[in-house]
């Protein structure tokens, strides 16, 4: 049986289909055959519930065969960055090592992950590849990457695309408002978003720290922005108050107060308030770091995988800001997503439609081969008869082939006077960028550069040169063997182009940068003979990369090296086994000069000082700033502390000459905490934390001194932090108490009023030991509104068992200025329980003025005009209190006991006579407290005391011991 000719080449067709069909449905399976039962490990620095380790995740498991098994275990530094977790992380991996199979690869994602294996590789995965990606330590990835069983990607932001395009949105911006806060990330994030203004010379950076207001404040402050404004969010994780709120809170604080759109640089929060940037695309790492394990485990060698330095990056909007803003679509980058858009039924479906759409083609294509044949047979008859036609229609062909000629001719012309103005368009182009062509023929290795290069490089190079030739000429063996290791994996196919940038030395000797980029031409057979590029002179690029980098290793406001170059350097001389002290210091009461003269003032106040600091130091001296007034000093390579103390000294001394400023003399003193090593401790982390420990024994000790950090400061320390903890507690589970201790009225023996007094229930822990405590944390605040609820509720409870309404005294610390409400909080508390506000007394003392004067004369003001009464208590132990008496709106002065003991003990009464009258002079009641003999009484009587407060009569009581006696009149001594 015979097979037409037309048929047999249908069926050769046919099979080539199938045959394809079945090698591509295969090869899978030959893929998978060879990563059978294939295990590799993911180790995170994070945990699974932050935000971007899903996407992580999601990319690694997309790029790996089914048949590879991934595990993953969490490092959880983003919560717990500290050496015991991260000791146990190893113990805990350690032991699954020693029991489980080995593992074929091993992932690891962020900077704490690759340190982590960095460290242990040897000990834990002798031999195994590691991949690494997410790294924003450049120099770590690039220290990783010459381990030949190491490679990876590193991670870069994207602050300057994300202003570019806010810029684009909102062309009438003259300013960028970056949202920060005072925590160490917060004040990472300003140094980054201050370096970035070098970018943009047409705006101005403004830094707005929330941990500088109230969180309520901060929101007014936001509502206040104008539309000229681009607002990036940063962090803004604690207010000047302590209070830190979440993520999604802070997401929702921004939404209800911001009028404009809120960019944003990290993943979070775009759909819930922010309205976008451009952020990097963490499932595109994960993705690329799992292609690069299954290309280790296809056989390809690590060694021969350079680093990655590229980052993946996406565009993200809230669709809805967008409308909201009245933001043109066609402004939004194309490859865009967009957040709260519906989507078309198109995009929706596409896969299935594509798929249909090969289906359809496939049987087109059949159908079209059958129909080939016939149409065929038919098309010969056709030309047949068309020849006929073709030749009688020949000669008049020739006769317009003339005229078709001189058409061309024309056509010549016209092009050869556009490739003329594409020339002039292209040396415009190379001129302004300070560019050149360039052409590698990769079979003679002959470089042939554009004339304009001679000028870029500063020095005459002929039009073509050998490619080694050229390299010897303008650089050295190490960028040479770069810029080929370059070349060489863009030809392997492991980058997309060529890409980087080498200094060269023109004929003054001086260096230029210069970025290389390139791209192949292939021949017909695939294979790449020429490759073509452009050269371009990015010395000032350079140059503002190193500035940038400055920047990251110094402090922006003092230029002095900052925390962290400071702890690098301590690391590399502890490391030497080099002795030495370490020396941290801030100003006394520096609040008070931001509060009174501004923090612009406050800030050259910090310059003067920091220059003050670089003249005296030395070899032996390394100064940095940590932060805010504080100083940090290394002293190396001394382990006498008597020479210690004279650097001390030195630098104490160095502030006895006042700091002059807009002609004004600023006097300023210092508290310095000191500790050695390694003596006191050979950890950094612990050697800071002991300098911090003896500077805080200083203020607590008088400040403007120095001394040396010693063990049983720890003790301290951690009385401290024990009280803190149960001051905590006790406002959590009910864990405090008032008693009240009765003021007699010296004229009527009847109880005037009680005094509340604050105790712990569960604690025999003194008031002046938890009060201070109580300051210094912040707790004040809320303790103290707990002790006005309690007394006043107190206060209506007595009167609604029939007792009556005496006056209830409250304690108020200076520490609660922080607290800017307490005087609305008072009035609702004296409104919903019906006491009268001139019923309730608020005892301060003489301290409070010294925290802000004018702030405190304006809290003072508010509560006498609310109603309440003010009782100056503790006076005659501080140095100004009878010219206190002359401004201070109070109504009451309380003796001090250490007053009444000294004076009242005396033959001669006249002091105590004077003060009364003074005070009575003044229009003030007096009360004497601490009154516990009658002889006392009695001179206090006759001088004309008002009210007296102590053992005599009482001491603190229980609220149910004071009713006992609310009525009582007590028999007095007579005369």
């Not at 199979?101 to 992932?107: E, I, K, Q, R, S």
């Not at 001051?727 to 009225?745: H, I, S, W």
């Not at 003796?895 to 105590?912: A, C, G, H, T, Y």
């Not at 009482?954 to 001594?973: Q, Y």
Request: proline content about 3%; overall charge negative; charged content about 25%.
């Amino acid at each position: 049986m015979k097979i037409k000719k037309s048929h047999k080449t249908f069926l050769l067709i046919g099979g080539i289909i199938v045959t394809t069909l079945i090698f591509m449905l295969d090869f899978p399976l030959v893929s998978q055959a060879l990563n059978e039962n294939r295990r590799v490990l993911f180790i995170s620095s994070y945990s699974e519930s932050f935000p971007t380790v899903p996407q992580q995740i999601k990319g690694i498991q997309s790029a790996l065969d089914k048949n590879v098994s991934l595990e993953i275990e969490y490092m959880d530094t983003k919560r717990l960055d500290t050496p015991e977790n991260k000791q146990l992380f190893y113990k805990n991996l350690a032991y699954k090592l020693t029991n489980l199979p080995p593992y074929d690869a091993v992932l690891v994602g962020d900077d704490n992950a690759l340190q982590f294996m960095m460290d242990y590789h040897t000990e834990l995965f002798p031999g195994i590849p590691v991949v690494f990606f997410g790294i924003n330590d450049l120099e770590r990835g690039r220290k990783a990457a010459e381990n030949p069983y190491f490679t990876g990607m590193i991670e870069k932001f994207s602050m300057v695309e994300t202003i570019e395009i806010a810029k684009k949105f909102n062309p009438q911006a003259t300013k960028v408002v970056g949202i920060v806060d005072s925590t160490l990330t917060g004040q990472g994030d300003q140094g980054q978003f201050l370096a970035t203004q070098n970018a943009f010379s047409d705006l101005e950076f403004k830094v707005l720290n929330v941990s500088d207001y109230s969180f309520e404040e901060f929101g007014q402050t936001l509502e206040s922005l104008d539309n000229d404004v681009i607002l990036l969010f940063l962090s803004m994780n604690q207010d000047d108050t302590g209070i830190f709120m979440s993520l999604n809170d802070q997401y929702r604080f921004l939404k209800e107060h911001t009028a404009v759109p809120v960019y944003r640089t990290s993943i979070g929060g775009i759909g819930e308030g922010i309205f976008g940037g451009k952020l990097i695309d963490y499932e595109a790492f994960g993705r690329t770091s799992g292609n690069l394990v299954m290309e280790i485990l296809n056989g390809k060698s690590v060694e021969t995988m350079s680093l990655i330095e590229e980052t993946p990056y996406y565009y993200i909007f809230d669709y809805d800001l967008v409308k909201k803003f009245n933001i043109p679509v066609s402004l939004i980058p194309q490859n865009a997503v967009l957040i709260n858009k519906e989507v078309s039924p198109f995009e929706k479906y596409r896969e299935i439609f594509i798929g249909i759409g090969v289906i359809m083609i496939f049987l087109l294509i059949v159908s079209v081969i059958l129909i080939v044949d016939n149409i065929k047979r038919r098309a010969i008859q056709r030309e047949l008869r068309a020849s006929y036609e073709k030749l009688k229609t020949t000669n008049e062909d020739l006769a317009k082939t003339e005229d078709k000629l001189r058409d061309q001719y024309e056509v010549i012309e016209k092009s050869l006077m556009e490739v003329g103005i594409l020339n002039q368009k292209y040396a415009i182009a190379t001129e302004i960028t300070n560019s050149a062509v360039w052409e590698l023929d990769l079979e003679t290795k002959d470089v042939q550069l554009a004339e304009n290069f001679s000028l870029i490089a500063n020095r005459l190079i002929n039009k073509k040169e050998n490619i080694d030739d050229l390299l010897n000429l303008l650089t050295d063996t190490e960028h040479k063997n770069q810029l080929k290791s370059e070349i060489n994996a863009y030809l392997e196919g492991r980058k997309q182009e060529i890409n980087i940038q080498i200094p060269i030395e023109d004929e003054h000797h001086e260096i230029k940068w210069i970025l290389i980029r390139g791209r192949g031409l292939s021949r017909g057979d695939g294979n790449i003979n020429r490759i073509y590029g452009i050269l371009m002179d990015t010395t000032k690029m350079k140059e503002q990369e190193d500035y940038i980098e400055y920047l990251a290793t110094h402090d922006y406001l003092t230029m002095l090296p900052n925390r962290m170059s400071f702890l690098e350097k301590l690391a590399s001389v502890m490391a030497a086994d080099k002795p030495g002290a370490v020396l941290l210091f801030d100003i006394d009461n520096f609040k008070g000069i931001n509060d009174t003269q501004g923090h612009v003032y406050g800030d050259e106040i910090l310059k003067k000082i920091a220059g003050r600091l670089s003249r005296i130091s030395n070899e032996k001296m390394f100064v940095s700033r940590l932060g805010g007034d504080e100083f940090l000093i290394l002293i190396e390579n001394v382990s006498s502390k008597q020479e210690i103390a004279e650097i001390a000294q030195l630098i104490k001394t160095a502030f006895d000459e006042s700091f002059i400023l807009d002609g004004k003399a600023n006097f300023i003193n210092i508290s310095m905490g000191i500790t050695c090593f390694p003596d006191d401790s050979n950890d950094i982390n612990q050697i800071i934390m002991n300098a911090d420990t003896a500077m805080y024994h200083v203020k607590h000790s008088g400040k403007n001194n120095y001394i040396f950090y010693q063990n049983k400061m720890k003790d301290v320390m951690n009385t401290k932090i024990e009280i803190e903890a149960i001051l905590r507690e006790a406002l959590k589970t009910d864990g405090f108490k008032l008693l009240y201790q009765p003021q007699v009225d010296l004229c009527s023996a009847e109880i005037y009023g009680f005094e509340a007094l604050l105790r712990l229930k569960d604690h025999n822990i003194r008031p002046d030991q938890f009060i201070p405590v109580a300051e210094d944390t912040g707790l004040i605040i809320n303790i103290g509104r707990w002790v006005a609820k309690t007394a006043i509720e107190q206060f209506a409870r007595w009167r609604e068992k029939g007792l009556g309404e005496k006056t209830i005294a409250i304690n108020y610390s200076s520490k609660q200025l922080r607290d800017k409400d307490f005087i609305i909080y008072l009035t609702q508390l004296t409104k919903a329980n019906k006491v009268k506000p001139e019923l309730i007394e608020i005892e301060i003392t003489e301290s409070i003025l010294l925290e802000n004067n004018n702030e405190t004369m304006t809290f003072l003001a508010e509560l006498k005009e609310v109603g309440f009464k003010i009782t100056l208590d503790d006076f005659g132990t501080g140095y100004s209190s009878l010219n206190y008496l002359t401004y201070i709106p109070v109504d009451k002065v309380k003796l001090d006991k250490s007053i009444n003991d000294k004076f009242l003990n005396l033959k001669n009464n006249r002091v105590m006579d004077s003060l009364i009258l003074l005070a009575h002079s003044l229009n003030l009641k007096i009360t004497a407290e601490g009154i516990e003999e009658w002889e006392q009484y009695l001179q206090l009587k006759r001088a004309g005391c008002d009210y007296i407060q102590g053992y005599l009569f009482s001491k603190p009581l229980e609220s149910t011991e004071a009713e006992e006696i609310f009525n009582h009149i007590f028999a007095m001594a007579e005369d």
